[in-house]
């Protein structure tokens, strides 16, 4: 899902992470279940039957897949987890 955020609407991203993290550490939603995600985009009245084509998109499968690789490489082992690039 967070892959076709990014791609979708970048300038969302940040608070759509925040609002996934919530729902999953605080209120204990599972990541696992499309339903977590689609309560948390209907707050930002997102299309979700544009999201959810894109979810399960060939190229989001392998956009998602190339993320876990980077943040691999990097070291991070635990998931949910946010990454900050500073220049």
Known sequence: ????????VPELTFSIVKDIQYAH????HTLNSM???DNILN????????INKKVISEEVHIKTFAEFDFVKKLGVSGFPAVLLLHN
């Open 25 to 28: 550490f605080v209120n204990g």
């Open 1 to 8: 899902v967070l892959t076709s955020v990014k791609d979708w």
């Open 43 to 50: 707050k930002y009245s997102l299309n979700l039957t544009e």
């Open 35 to 37: 339903i977590t995600f």
